[in-house]
């Protein structure tokens, strides 16, 4: 009689194991989305919350909102570890990489922002920004040649960009303000 009864028990846990929700609008079987009807763990119903496949979240917003803070507020070093961070959390961000790389820029550390450029590259490609971006380093470096040929490709890309523009104002005066 046991040996029944735990037959029926291991033909009943398999038909279990075998249910599945399915979601006939789109063909997609789902086991994770809550019934209609099905409560939380705090009695509260479903409806109305948004499931993990709802959310536009990504780890490291906040520390990207809060680096993008810290550098209008000309807070470097802070801003650099904050977008350090967010390029830990979620390395393929490379609004993350971009923000990084300008942090290292303004704290004179070349070699980390030329790390951090050719991550953004490789996520964002050959975009306004990045030209615009890597201009004002070889700008920040003395390399005037580079900066201009860098501000000229974003200049292609984004003619009416204002930062663009003002970029190459400004590599202009510097040269003819070149001290010796």
């Not at 398999?14 to 705090?42: H, M, Y």
């Not at 190459?168 to 010796?180: A, G, M, P, W, Y």
Request: net charge negative; with cysteine.
């Amino acid at each position: 009689m046991k040996r029944v009864i735990a037959a029926a028990a291991c033909l009943f846990m398999a038909v279990l194991a075998g249910c599945q929700t399915a979601d006939t609008t789109d063909g997609i079987v789902r086991t994770n989305e809550p019934s209609k009807g099905d409560v939380t763990s705090f009695g509260d119903a479903f409806d109305g919350l948004k499931t993990v496949s709802d959310v536009e979240y990504y780890a490291s917003d906040q520390a990207v909102a809060e680096a993008k803070d810290q550098f209008r507020a000309e807070n470097y070093g802070n801003a650099g570890a904050l977008f350090f961070k967010a390029t830990q959390l979620a390395p393929n961000d490379g609004n993350a990489w971009m923000g990084l790389a300008a942090c290292t820029d303004r704290i004179h550390r070349f070699d980390l922002s030329d790390r951090a450029y050719a991550w953004a590259f490789k996520l964002g490609g050959a975009t306004p920004e990045y030209y615009n971006n890597v201009g004002y380093s070889y700008l920040l470096r003395g390399k005037l040649q580079d900066a201009r040929s860098n501000f000229l490709k974003a200049y292609e890309l984004a003619p009416n960009d204002p930062t663009v523009a003002n970029n190459l104002k400004l590599l202009s005066s510097s040269v003819q303000n070149v001290e010796r």
